[in-house]
């Protein structure tokens, strides 16, 4: 059993609580819209933060942003606070670091384009399958001589190289058409247009400042701005899984903690899977179940259940399902669908109480000891101790100047510094590698060297002129993970 206090989600036939030993289990929350999903988002996180855990989440109304300041009175908050029972209640705001992929309404979050690799940069392009072949022989040729690309212009060149040297890589790694590399060209050109160019660069995010714990010990709340960024589904999805598949590379193993080390919610988590490749989902479904034992947890947010893949959705073990529509066919299956997954409540119609319940309430089902999902509760959903709604720009200006983190992250880069910071930690990285080397603690081995012969091939010599153009290595082959971004350590 956990010795850190449950967090109270409200009351149904008794008081529900998600157990923080598994808040790593993941969890989902699903309910038509204005049924009560972000208030609810709203408490976890509160929840979250309250016993030190950090969380990042992705505020795609601009609401969730309300978390930064307490909430104020209201008759029908006291009304809900007295039927819960809450007794000792004190509106308070959390410590809220606000991001933004564009810059705008947050911090910028960057990163580069070595960082996060051919896999998700393919579905962020919407290549096609001979187009991204052609991508993986350039990140290839780059991750082979340890070269690390910082944004889109070095792409651009990498590709270039890759074209006019057409031939030379055919022989080597299989066809190279000119017209597909064209083709990539030109989605890249789509990507600037939707602002993305921001994105890549220096400084890229650290980790570790995602991750932080504010002076009196409460779970720094990461709030990504997602109003504009949600109409860019694809940038959106591919942002998401990055952050996710980066955390999963760096984070150690922790066996069972007695709470998550950090916790993640994604709304409208449809997006994660809508047109998504077949081997782009089953690397997320095998993320989503590996990441569980670094401590980290995942919250999935979305209208509807069968929004989610099932090999995912079986996975989430804590459950908030608000009111769902029961209009089309598709709505009552889903319903039906959604009812069977819970550990039945003899006191409960389940598929009856989908279709009935009020705003903020919902079927609660979390994990009890053992890791036994609870009965089914019909719950009446606590309110949460900051604002229910957006805050006012000057609100954010306050708190943006006022971040921990934020003269890291508010000025860009210009490309040739942005070049000696991406040398300065591929240096670190690599003089990391070599001390856990020379320690014997992991049995590493050493890129083997080639059995080269004297002469150089004509692609070894255009490679290596090319290179010569490129400064920024990282003095060894670059590791990729599953989701494809750069392996540490
Ligand atoms: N737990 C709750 N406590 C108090 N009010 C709530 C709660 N849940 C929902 N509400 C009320 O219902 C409104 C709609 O909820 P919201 O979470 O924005 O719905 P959704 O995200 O599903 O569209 C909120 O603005 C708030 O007034
Ligand atoms: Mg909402």
Do not use: C
């Not at 651009?156 to 060209?185: C, D, T, W």
């Amino acid at each position: 059993m956990s010795e850190i206090d449950p967090i109270l989600i409200g009351k149904g036939e008794n008081l529900q609580f998600l157990l923080p030993s598994f808040g790593n289990r993941h969890g989902l929350i699903t309910g038509a819209t204005g049924t009560g999903k972000t208030v609810t988002l709203q408490i976890l996180a509160e929840g979250f933060s309250r016993i030190g855990v950090p969380v990042f989440l992705a505020d795609v109304k601009g609401d969730l942003a309300g978390l930064s300041q307490p909430i104020s009175p209201h008759p029908k908050i006291d009304e809900r606070l007295e039927k819960i029972g809450i007794e000792e209640f004190s509106p308070s705001g959390w410590p809220v670091v606000f991001w933004d992929l564009f810059g705008n309404s947050g911090h910028p979050v960057r990163t580069t384009i070595s960082e996060m690799g051919p896999l998700l940069l393919a579905n962020l392009l919407e290549l096609n399958d001979t187009q991204e072949g052609i991508l993986n022989i350039a990140f290839r040729i780059a991750d082979e001589q340890g070269l690390l690309l910082l944004d889109l212009e070095d792409l651009r060149a990498l590709l270039r190289f890759v074209a006019e040297n057409a031939k030379l890589f055919s022989k080597q790694y299989g066809n190279v058409s000119s017209a597909s590399v064209a083709a990539i060209q030109r989605r890249l050109l789509v990507l600037d247009q939707q602002g993305a160019e921001n994105f890549f660069g220096e400084p890229a995010l650290e980790l570790a400042d995602i991750q932080r714990v504010d002076f009196n010990g409460r779970g720094v709340i990461n709030v990504l701005a997602a109003d504009k960024l949600i109409h860019k589904p694809r940038l959106y999805a591919t942002f998401l899984l990055w952050l996710l598949s980066e955390l999963f590379e760096e984070l150690p193993e922790v066996g069972d903690p007695e709470k998550p080390r950090m916790v993640f919610f994604f709304d409208e988590a449809h997006l994660l899977f809508d047109h998504a490749p077949k081997a782009l989902l089953q690397k997320v479904e095998q993320v989503v179940r590996l990441i569980r034992s670094k401590g980290v947890g995942v919250f999935f947010v979305t209208q509807n259940p069968l929004d989610v893949p099932d090999t995912v959705l079986g996975q989430l073990g804590n459950r908030i399902q608000h009111a769902m529509r029961a209009y089309t066919p598709r709505e009552q299956k889903a319903i039906r669908a959604a009812a069977q997954t819970f550990r039945t409540n003899p006191n409960l119609d389940t598929e009856k109480a989908f279709t009935q319940m009020g705003v903020g309430e919902a079927l609660v089902s979390t994990l009890q000891a053992k890791g036994v999902p609870g009965m089914v509760d019909h719950t009446l959903i606590r309110p949460p101790t900051s604002r229910i709604g957006p805050v006012t720009e000057k609100e954010r200006d306050d708190i943006r100047t006022r971040s921990p983190v934020g003269s890291r992250y508010d000025e860009t880069l210009d490309r040739e510094s942005a070049a000696e910071i991406l040398q300065e930690r591929a240096d670190k990285t690599a003089k990391e590698i070599q001390n856990t080397d020379a320690a014997g603690k992991k049995e590493r081995s050493k890129p083997k060297a080639k059995p080269r012969s004297t002469r150089q091939s004509p692609t070894e010599a255009a490679v290596k002129s090319f290179l010569r153009s490129m400064s920024t290595t990282l003095g060894r082959e670059i590791m990729r993970g599953i989701l494809g971004v750069i392996k540490k350590g």
